[in-house]
C-alpha cells in the first residue's frame, strides 16, 4: 500500500541548534517527493521537491532534503533553526502516473528560546 | 499573483445549515483540489478538477458534500445539511497541469468551518 510515515509528531529543538525531521514513504512508482510547511493558521507552502537526479535537494528558508532510495527516506534538515521555523511540516509522495499526492500526518516543530 | 484565494477565512454556522466555501484558483493552473484538514484525519482530497472537470470526488465523505467548478477561475464546495463532524479547515489547492502531483500544488489560506 502507498503510505508516508512521518515518525515524530512533535519535535523540539532550541533556537540555534541543527534539524531532522524524518519522512520514510512507501510507493509503488518512481516517487516524486515533496516537504510542505504550515505556519499557524494558514495554508501549506513548498518548501523543496525531488523528481529526480541530486539527491540532495535545496529549498526555501535555509532547507535541504536527501532522497535515499535503499532506504525509502526523504529527510528534511536545517542545520540552524530559527524561532520563525516553529511550524507543522508534512512530507508528501507523488507519481507521474497519478495526479495524487500521499501525505504525511506531519510533524509538528516546537523552537525553544 | 494574488495566491489561491478562499472565501470566507472563517464559517460558524449551526448544524442543518448549508454552507459554501468558495475558491479562486491562480490564473492559468488547470488542475484544482479541495482538503479537508481535521486533527484525527490529517489532510484528505475531497476532490480533483481538471480543466474544470471533476476526475475524482471519491474523497467526498457522503451526499451532504458536493463540488462545482463553472469556470476555471471559481469552484465551491457546497455541505448540506451541515453537521458538527463537518468542522474542519477546509483547503483549496491549485496546480499548473493536468497531472498535478507532479507539480507545486499551491494552497489557499483556508477556510475554518465550525458547525455548532
Known amino acids: 500500500a502507498q503510505s508516508v510515515t512521518q515518525p515524530d509528531i512533535h519535535i523540539t529543538v532550541s533556537e540555534g541548534a541543527s534539524l531532522e525531521l524524518r519522512c520514510n514513504y512507501s510507493?509503488?512508482?518512481?516517487?516524486?517527493l515533496f516537504w510542505y510547511v504550515q505556519s499557524p493558521g494558514q495554508g501549506l507552502q513548498l518548501l523543496l521537491k525531488?523528481?529526480?537526479?541530486d539527491t540532495l535537494v535545496q529549498g526555501i528558508k535555509g532547507f535541504e532534503a536527501e532522497f535515499k532510495r535503499s532506504q525509502s527516506s526523504f529527510n528534511l534538515r536545517k542545520p540552524s533553526v530559527h524561532w520563525s521555523d516553529a511550524a507543522e511540516y508534512f512530507c508528501a509522495v507523488g507519481a507521474e502516473s497519478n495526479y495524487q499526492l500521499i501525505w504525511g500526518a506531519g510533524t509538528k516543530l516546537i523552537i525553544k528560546p | 499573483d494574488a495566491g489561491v484565494i478562499q472565501s470566507p477565512r472563517h464559517e460558524v454556522t449551526e448544524m442543518g445549515q448549508e454552507v459554501t466555501l468558495r475558491c479562486k484558483p491562480i490564473?492559468?493552473?488547470?488542475?484544482l483540489f479541495w482538503y479537508r484538514q481535521t486533527m484525527m484525519r490529517g489532510l484528505e482530497l475531497l476532490i480533483y478538477?481538471?480543466?474544470?472537470?471533476?476526475?475524482?470526488d471519491s474523497g467526498m465523505p457522503e451526499d451532504r458534500f458536493s463540488a462545482k467548478m463553472p469556470n476555471a477561475s471559481f469552484s465551491t464546495l457546497k455541505i448540506q445539511p451541515s453537521e458538527p463532524r463537518d468542522s474542519a479547515v477546509y483547503f483549496c489547492?491549485?496546480?499548473?497541469?493536468?497531472?498535478?502531483?507532479?507539480?507545486?500544488?499551491?494552497f489557499g489560506p483556508g477556510t475554518r468551518l465550525t458547525v455548532l
Open positions: 478538477f481538471n480543466n474544470n472537470v471533476p476526475i475524482d
Open positions: 490564473s492559468g493552473h488547470n488542475s
Open positions: 510507493y509503488g512508482a518512481t516517487p516524486y
Open positions: 525531488y523528481f529526480s537526479g
Open positions: 489547492a491549485s496546480s499548473p497541469t493536468g497531472r498535478g502531483s507532479y507539480n507545486e500544488q499551491f
